[in-house]
């Protein structure tokens, strides 16, 4: 849409932004890829291979290793094996591996930030000014708890790790999800198998080289590439704790498998966040907050504030802002530097959002899309809202993982609380007002893991992060995110 | 290029409201949260600018650029030299446009208006007590009708913020609503002075009073304090004019000025304007920046597009 230049000097011309693509000459991609067992890269037992590819040109960026029940029954094995040594090493010694991964990522954040857009489809801005910086940041901080688990819970028995952790990680956020299980896992002093999502699996694979180049004792961490089956036998392989961030329907799964088995579960799911605007708010910043909700990473993401509620006298006044504002998104190339909204991750995921974007129009809801040229190659989908939506639609109530927003209106904040309540979600939410009180009243009442008040998607390695009902149980980041890879009561595995 | 002298004061520029609304208007301007206006400001000061873009944006900058020296050591020789590279930027390459005014003390006005006259480039004044806008009412009235009579294209008065701050907002209006009635039909900007206003609350509020007052432009600053045009200032001011756009239906002008020094600061603020109110806001005639040392850089950036290598500062005349 943006990449007409027009000539210098005209009076009349409109000001075009040339085109500003991120070079991709830092990335030198192997043809293909193993499995990371035990310090080395290895070639799959199960002796198969699965293509990556690049969303937002469908070109193929390498072959990668697909584990199956033997290689990731290794991987475990090489897990176990390492745990004595692993938690034997005083607290300060990990923390120094753990700040050697982070300084690293600092180091090699451009060349990650550009994979991370390259494999996921997201704009390069944003795995460079959001993905890379916090994961860095995560890596940091839980180095910092590694010497300090005695003073960490104060009143509680001396934490002990939990042993081999399996962690399993979805594709919208691949570096940054892989910072958040693997930090607090190794400053704790587990072992780690984390298996990275099928479409997204080269920035952890370049993170395997990393930890390679750290020295981290082989064994400690293992990474095994591979789609449902590989997470479903990591799931059954013997571990004392999975970590799963992903869709519901598969979380569900995970709480199937594993109840009765005694490993320790947390489970980061679905959501379908709503962000609230009250009469009061600031107006052009509450339509930052609403676009960046649910535009940021094109709405791949579980907290995204799927769902706007606007108190009815605002709601021509945000409705006719909203869409002069998606005028303004660039849609298109991930790897140029102004694109606002990159590339669908997958075409399975592009046919979700098509047929839940269709079943809002069936059931009568009003869709608007701003005028923007798609690129011909690639997964796109535009920016969209949908207005005139009730509690009763499925794009009210399913969780889109996509650049769609349902606008519903309210007219009290008892209406609004019951509204955002009302789904079998309660990750995330927002509120926008002036008034102090009403945010507290709000929050209090809001069944969500986090409510943000005045701003959106904002995250920082201190504060934890996780849901209510559907959404899940167990939070990441901070304290509480370090408490489920530690136990308490003197048994270890 | 824009011929900027004929801008003249629109028709429908008059006070849109009494001045018994005033303290109503400032009840009602919709609030500004601070984070996510200097979040936005600076997302936006991360669009990557290069090639086309950049020169197609260096031109406007300059198009747009109120060359200025408010100095109480300007003499005659010194605005004789400004309006000289106010016309014809740099000497040795004509196709580099003139910029959009030059702005000056009102006992200079005579002397450039001498200097531009057919040029094409206006002359704009500050009148109206400036900078602090604390003077006699009359004294300062007067003083606008002087430049005015004087020939002065456009002129640039001070928001009264002594009685703003104090929530005397009627007698504030007032003053402008009067500054306006003795412009005449000459364009007239307001400073906000943003810098003493103390939060971007205040800075949406005197935006709203000043264009309800009938002003031809907002203005950030005088350039005599240490906060002078800030991005998220002039993100906060460009909201406003886009709100009393769909509010009242009429356009007003927004002119950053104070410490622009560098093209990427410029360009910075000419994003902010594209992605705010859009094209129509890219001209002179919507769109000002108050500087001085800002065009020799630009120089310097556009010989960098041309060449490819940066030229020394001796290249660029100084005035």
Redesign the interface.
């Known amino acids: 849409m943006a990449d007409q230049?027009?000539?210098?000097?005209t009076?009349t011309?409109?000001?075009?932004?040339?085109?500003?693509p991120e070079s991709t000459d830092i990335v030198r991609l192997d043809d293909r890829y193993g499995l990371f067992i035990n310090g080395e890269f290895a070639e799959p037992k199960s002796g198969r291979w699965f293509t990556t590819i690049n969303p937002a040109t469908e070109e193929p960026l390498a072959e990668v290793a697909e584990a199956g029940t033997e290689d990731v029954a290794v991987a475990v094995e090489a897990a176990r094996a390492a745990t004595d040594a692993w938690q034997g090493l005083p607290g300060s010694e990990r923390a120094k591996y753990v700040f050697r991964i982070a300084r690293q990522l600092q180091e090699r954040a451009r060349e990650f930030a550009v994979l991370e857009t390259m494999n996921g489809g997201k704009p390069i801005?944003e795995s460079r000014?959001v993905d890379l910086p916090l994961a860095a940041a995560h890596f940091f901080y839980y180095a910092g708890w590694a010497d300090k688990l005695a003073y960490a819970f104060p009143g509680r028995p001396t934490p002990r790790p939990v042993g081999v952790a399996g962690q399993i990680i979805p594709w919208n956020f691949p570096m940054l999800m892989a910072a958040w299980k693997l930090a607090p896992a190794l400053a704790a002093g587990n072992t780690v198998v984390l298996k990275p999502a099928e479409t997204t699996p080269l920035t952890a694979l370049l993170l395997a080289q990393v930890i390679q180049e750290a020295e981290l004792p082989p064994g400690v961490v293992n990474i095994v590439t591979g789609a449902g089956e590989t997470g479903g036998a990591l799931v059954d392989a013997p571990v004392d704790k999975i970590a799963f961030t992903g869709s519901t329907e598969v979380g569900k799964a995970i709480r199937r498998a594993t109840a009765g088995t005694g490993k320790r579960l947390t489970l980061e799911l679905g959501g379908k966040a709503a962000n609230i605007v009250f009469e009061?708010?600031?107006?052009?910043?509450?339509v930052?907050?609403v676009i960046n909700g649910i535009f940021f990473n094109q709405g791949h993401v579980c907290c995204a504030g799927s769902r706007l509620l606007v108190q009815e006298p605002v709601f021509d006044a945000l409705l006719?802002k909203l869409k002069d504002r998606l005028q303004?998104l660039r849609v298109g190339d991930p790897l140029d530097?102004?694109t606002d909204v990159g590339a669908i991750n997958s075409r399975a995921q592009l046919e979700k959002i098509e047929e839940l974007v269709a079943s809002g129009i069936d059931e009568g809801a009003e869709i608007y899309q701003p005028a923007c040229d798609l690129p011909e190659r690639g997964f796109w989908f535009r920016p969209t809202l949908f207005t005139g939506v009730s509690q009763s639609h499925r794009i009210a109530q399913e969780e889109i993982f996509g650049p769609v927003l349902s606008i519903i209106t309210f007219r009290t904040p008892e209406e609004a609380v019951e509204k955002a309540n009302n789904t079998p979600y309660g990750l995330s939410a927002g509120v926008w007002t002036?008034k102090g009180s009403r945010i507290l009243w709000m929050a209090q009442r809001l069944r969500a893991g986090v409510v943000w008040a005045?701003?959106f998607n904002r995250f920082d390695p201190t504060s934890p992060f996780g849901g209510y009902k559907e959404s899940g149980f167990g939070r990441e980041g901070g304290l509480h995110g370090l408490e489920p890879y530690l136990t308490f009561d003197g048994s270890t595995s | 290029?824009?011929d900027a002298a004929s801008i003249q004061r629109q028709d429908d520029a008059r006070p849109t409201v009494s001045s018994s609304e005033a303290a109503r208007i400032v009840a009602r301007t919709?609030?500004?949260?601070a984070?996510?206006?200097e979040?936005?400001a600076a997302a936006l000061a991360?669009?990557?600018?290069?090639?086309?873009?950049?020169?197609?944006?260096l031109?406007?900058v300059i198009?747009c650029m109120d060359l200025t020296t408010l100095e109480g050591s300007d003499t005659v020789g010194k605005i004789v030299a400004l309006c000289a590279k106010a016309v014809r930027p740099d000497p040795t390459r004509p196709?580099v446009?003139s910029v959009a005014a030059v702005c000056l003390y009102p006992q200079l006005v005579p002397v450039a208006v001498d200097q531009l006259r057919g040029t094409g480039v206006a002359v704009a004044s500050v009148a109206g007590g400036f900078p602090s806008g604390l003077g006699p009412l009359d004294a300062r009235l007067q003083e606008i009708r002087d430049v005015a009579a004087a020939g002065a294209d456009e002129i640039d008065i001070v928001l009264n913020r002594s009685l703003f701050l104090g929530g005397r907002y009627g007698e504030a209006f007032d003053e402008l609503v009067a500054a306006r009635e003795a412009a005449g039909f000459t364009h007239l900007k307001v400073i906000l002075e943003t810098g003493e206003l103390g939060s971007y609350d205040r800075v949406r509020q005197a935006s709203m009073l000043a264009m309800a007052a009938g002003a031809d432009f907002i203005k950030t600053s005088t350039g005599k304090i240490g906060v002078n045009a800030t991005l998220p200032v002039a993100l906060c001011m460009l909201?406003a004019v886009r709100d009393f756009r769909?509010q009242t239906g009429r356009d007003v002008g927004v002119k950053v000025a104070g410490g622009i020094r560098k093209s990427k600061q410029a360009i910075q603020h000419?994003v902010l304007v594209?992605?705010t109110l859009g094209?129509a806001w890219?001209?002179p005639e919507r769109y000002r920046i108050g500087a001085s040392s800002l065009l020799n850089d630009v120089l310097m950036q556009l010989e960098k597009e041309r060449t490819g290598a940066y030229a020394g500062p001796d290249h660029f005349t100084i005035d």
Request: avoid cysteine; hydrophobic fraction near 30%; charge should be negative.
């Open positions: 230049i027009e000539p210098t000097g009076e011309a409109t000001w075009e932004y040339a085109r500003a801005k000014d009061d708010a600031p107006l052009d910043q509450a930052e907050g006719t303004t530097k102004n002036e005045n701003t | 290029m824009a919709t609030s500004v949260d984070v996510g206006l979040g936005r991360t669009r990557s600018i290069k090639r086309e873009s950049k020169r197609w944006a031109d406007l198009r196709e446009p909201e769909d000419l594209h992605e094209d890219m001209r």
